[in-house]
């Protein structure tokens, strides 16, 4: 395993010799936090203006620690990594596919779910080149509208529906391993 890092499937860090093929790399980051001990029993105190043991009353000193906590990353950032672990992956664009959003798109996904590192869930995958009907608002025409790549997933977050796009090798691979 590499120093620093962890490998994250969902919800879960993993050693790199554990890790499934699509879980995420993600550097430790080392954070310093405060913790009230007791000096007489060793208590930990709740934290307060002058924190004092719950136990015996006595007041409690600060003691610094590192913790090592895995870097946030976003969505995009997280399955580029992923996808890379696997076979050559680069982002390639990304819409909006809110309720009002103008495109509709016009493939079927393989619907999945599966959590990412910054809380948002995957909830679709496709292999092919994502095309999008462009509504026609005001007189009624429509148009399509194509982002480059070869793999589109569905990703939902807080009420937003994305669609993220990636120029793979191993489209099909990919799908499979995220349905597995
Ligand atoms: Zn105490």
């Known amino acids: 395993m590499a120093e620093g890092v962890a490998y994250w499937?969902?919800?879960?860090l993993h050693s790199e010799r554990e890790a499934p093929p699509l879980a995420v790399p993600l550097r430790l980051v080392k954070i310093e936090a405060v913790e009230w001990l007791c000096?007489?029993?060793g208590v930990r105190a709740e934290w307060g203006p002058e924190p004092r043991c719950p136990r015996c009353g006595a007041?409690?000193?600060?003691r610094t620690l590192v913790e090592e906590v895995p870097e946030l990353v976003d969505a995009i950032e997280a399955l580029e990594?992923?996808?890379?672990?696997?076979c050559k992956a680069r982002v390639r664009g990304a819409v909006l596919l809110e309720p009002f959003s103008p495109l509709l798109p016009l493939f079927a996904w393989r619907v999945l779910d599966v959590e990412l590192p910054d809380?948002?869930?995957l909830v679709g995958v496709y292999a092919g080149k994502p095309r999008f009907l462009k509504?026609?608002?005001?007189?009624g025409s429509t148009a399509t509208f194509e982002l480059p790549g070869n793999l589109a997933v569905i990703v939902w977050s807080g009420g937003v529906v994305e669609c993220l796009?990636?120029?793979?090798?191993?489209?099909l691979k990919l799908v499979e391993l995220l349905s597995g």
Not at 81 to 86: D, G, I, L, S, V
Not at 135 to 139: P, V
Request: aromatic letters at 12%; charged letters at 40%.
């Open 81 to 86: 990594r992923a996808f890379n672990r696997a």
């Open 39 to 41: 000096p007489k029993c």
């Open 9 to 12: 499937w969902r919800g879960r």
């Open 165 to 171: 796009v990636f120029e793979v090798e191993e489209p």
């Open 135 to 139: 509504r026609g608002f005001h007189n």
């Open 59 to 62: 007041r409690c000193e600060p």
């Open 119 to 121: 809380g948002s869930r």
